[in-house]
């Protein structure tokens, strides 16, 4: 019976281990003494989400017959948050489709940082990286979608900027969750150094974010 018990504790630890490790980093938690955070709730838009200090915590409002956005801007041009919502999502409809259509036709997955600019952001490095069903569960949600991504801002001085986006939907509620700010990884470097420096900053708004 010992055994039994055993082995059974050890394939469950097994099963934490390996859902843990397919939420990825910047979604995990992570406490920064030089990132403090704030958090911004709000019940129409059902969210509750941790923002750097520093950033306006009263967003912009942007209003469609589709969704509402709000967007928190950050210290920097390149820097911010935003948080759009729809209450009428179709679940039988490809959920992706509220990026990649924007993407698709804008060249860049943000509109938020498009702006009032007159050069356009460019993308320089660009991932989808999947469904995480153990971060759906965090969340309670039925699906999500996560997006990693490296832009160049070319004002002048050109700016690079971490870019992080989630998708999530639950019943017929949608939610699209962007966040950018500026980074010091070039294209190329090592996972160790984009980890220590850009998605521990990544997990310190994820990993804390609820949807409501």
Request: charge should be negative; include cysteine.
């Amino acid at each position: 019976m010992q055994v039994i018990l055993r082995l059974s504790y050890y394939f469950k630890l097994q099963e934490v281990m390996n859902n843990l490790q397919d939420s990825p980093l910047w979604t995990r938690q992570a406490d920064l003494e030089d990132w403090p955070m704030q958090v911004a709730v709000n019940k129409i838009l059902r969210y509750s989400i941790p923002i750097r200090q520093g950033w306006n915590i009263h967003p912009l409002v942007n209003q469609t017959p589709m969704e509402i956005e709000h967007i928190f801007r950050g210290i920097y041009d390149c820097e911010c948050l935003t948080v759009a919502f729809m209450s009428g999502a179709n679940p039988e409809h490809e959920l992706r489709n509220w990026v990649e259509a924007i993407l698709g036709m804008m060249g860049f997955p943000l509109l938020a940082l498009q702006q009032n600019r007159t050069i356009l952001p460019q993308l320089l490095e660009w991932q989808y990286q999947g469904n995480c069903p153990i971060y759906a569960e965090r969340l309670a949600v039925d699906e999500v979608h996560l997006y990693e991504g490296l832009a160049q801002f070319p004002d002048i001085p050109s700016e690079l900027a971490r870019l992080y986006i989630l998708l999530a939907r639950r019943e017929n509620l949608a939610w699209k969750v962007g966040l950018s700010f500026l980074s010091a990884c070039l294209p190329g470097m090592s996972e160790d150094l984009i980890t220590s420096s850009d998605r521990v900053r990544g997990g310190a708004t994820f990993s804390r974010l609820r949807f409501l």
